[in-house]
């Protein structure tokens, strides 16, 4: 559940806010003359929402591939990366 508040909340409680965000794991709305303006999280949640959103963006990607024929046979795709992996081994030596 979305918490909502005032900006000048933002300068008068701040720590009650942070405290908020990251014991009840919702963000706050920031309003500004009585509109959403900002939303605030805490740092855990935004990290693990901005993994989620790359994954999800990965997906989508990848069932465009499919969608469009993008594809390959697995044993093509398993002898490629082996054979990356061999490259680099060797070019580090």
Known sequence: ?????????????YNEISKQCHDERNPVIITVNGRGD???????DYYQMKSELELLR?????????????????????????KTLLERKSNEI
Do not use: C
């Open 1 to 13: 559940m979305e918490v909502i508040r005032p900006s000048s909340d933002l300068r008068n409680h």
């Open 38 to 44: 900002t939303a605030i999280m805490g740092l855990q």
């Open 58 to 82: 990965t997906l989508a990607e990848a069932e465009n591939d499919v969608v469009n024929g993008r594809v390959a046979p697995i044993q093509d795709t398993f002898d490629d990366i082996r």
